[in-house]
């Protein structure tokens, strides 16, 4: 089964390079800029193993899957129009605004140029799951911006967001594959729950990535959610766990703008438990994930979706989107 | 039927008000505020006026005519953080930045929620009609950056513009209505064909108006289209046919960056025929969409359609997006 996912992999890149284009070559070419500079291609990898796993041919569904990874890139496009405000300072504004025009519609077009294509090509609830997906999505960012710098947000706060921003297209790219790899309605469930619970498994990964991985493993900045104040799991349990000097050295950069608080901050969250709290959520999310799947009949792509969520929890293999 | 068409403008802004609302309480209230804000309604008048031609009752598809607005006002939130390049130029940076973040995030949110309300409510061809006018917007507008500042660009280019940009969302609107309403293939394309061309000349009058209106009608400053490098019709048309001295005096404008030329280019383009000839080319295209409108039965619904496309030749009355 290893060799076959490394074969399908491979289609899904082949696929992007060779048959992937819109109509619009401008934006053609700012996409498959974009692809060629990497990722995992987790969600199409979820899509073509859930359509396995209930006896489809993944290779049927190749298609399928590049609109998860066509979504994600979408969301990633208009991101950068988001995050571009520090890198705006002391760059020529002009250039900064012409990229922030074209990323716009390039994002809206991608989005506009999937549901077009789903619509003409997939039967119903397919189109559905993948627009309530992207308003999912969207709800979900437009929550954690709404949350940034507010220490009293809690676990169910969190979960909220992680659920909408990051796992609804886990769930969205399970859930179609489940379908359209002709899964029965018990198998779909345990799929969804599947996304579900890795995509939440993976966010909060992500998160323990920033206050643990050096900058050249994590091409960001590490603390780079601090800095932007984000409430992140590790932030959120250390809080829960710590004493209140430590909750006032947080409110000082979150509150009163001191970033020069953050090397203290990512020492406090080790201190007060975040690390190991965040690692154990993870686990716990990564087991539900897992005991979804034994509702599924044995497979090699059965077995391959268990590895992806045990990778989250592995330090050596960490899948990166 | 005026008195009619009263009742349905107002049940619209009633839908608008009391029955609009997404899941998302923040996105809810921008959204509002902007339809708040004014609009004649242009797009569901149409889709609710070709509903009726076709035999529907208007009625029946106020949610369907407010999805066509609605895609209209999410790609304004869009052009709002496309076209605040000037603006932010001595402006608070993070106040700005973070309403860039929201209006991109809630435009993203709106097209979303709008397709995940269609897919669950419309039939086919509906969801896909809407998801390829989106692209079709987007295309048309990276294809109009794309010519911006080129003197080169001819009416060919133009219409390919116009027709993406604008009309496709005013064909969306009557070809959707039409289906909705229950026509058959000849009033579908009939309304298909009255959408395409009254989009044309509906854009062409925002043209006009760009380089005549005071700026008390316009809201905002004349000349703006020319500031802002865009070729329009009356530029376009007096270019084809003025002399060399006013090709440079464009070309100073357009590819040096002289604003100052601006009040001459104004005069120009009335002096070589740009506003005659954009005249002509309006009631051109108002012609046709009424001639499309001929293959369709008397009624009052088609009446009102007539008179709208009448509006766009009558300086006294001009229907405003």
């Not at 399970?174 to 966010?203: S, T």
Request: glycine share 10%.
């Amino acid at each position: 089964m290893i060799a076959d996912e490394k074969r399908l992999d491979s289609l899904v890149e082949q696929f992007f390079r060779e048959s992937f284009s819109t109509d619009n070559p401008v934006i053609t070419e700012a996409i498959k800029r974009l692809l060629a500079a990497g990722g995992k291609r987790l969600r199409p990898r979820i899509t073509l193993l859930a359509a396995a796993t209930c006896g489809g041919q993944p290779l049927d569904h190749l298609q399928l899957g590049a609109y998860m990874e066509l979504i994600h890139v979408a969301t990633l496009i208009h991101d950068d129009v988001v995050d571009r405000a520090d890198m705006r300072r002391g760059v020529n504004a002009t250039a900064i605004d012409y990229g922030n025009r074209i990323s716009v519609l390039a994002g809206d077009y991608l989005f506009a140029w999937i549901f077009k294509n789903v619509t003409a090509n997939y039967p119903p609830p397919v189109p559905h799951i993948l627009s309530a997906t992207l308003a999912d999505i969207c709800d979900g960012e437009v929550l954690q911006l709404r949350a940034l710098g507010k220490l009293d947000v809690g676990t169910n706060a969190y979960l909220e967001v992680a659920r909408k921003k990051t796992a609804s297209l886990f769930v969205a790219s399970a859930q179609c594959g489940a379908i359209m790899g002709g899964g029965g309605p018990e198998a779909i469930d345990a799929l969804r729950v599947f996304g579900d619970c890795y995509g939440i498994a993976f966010q909060m990964n992500d998160d323990l990535l920033d206050v643990t991985a050096d900058q050249q493993t994590l091409g960001k900045p590490v603390g780079n959610d601090l800095a932007e104040r984000k409430m992140t799991i590790p932030l959120i349990l250390a809080l829960r766990d710590g004493d209140a000097a430590f909750r006032e050295l947080v409110a000082r950069c979150y509150d009163g703008g001191d970033d020069g608080a953050i090397p203290a901050i990512l020492e406090g969250i080790a201190r007060h438990g975040g690390l190991s709290g965040t690692r154990r959520e993870i686990a716990q999310f990564v087991g539900r994930a897992k005991t979804a799947l034994a509702r599924l009949g044995a497979s090699g792509a059965k077995a391959e979706l268990e590895r992806l969520a045990d990778a989250l929890i592995d330090d050596e293999e960490i899948p990166r989107s």
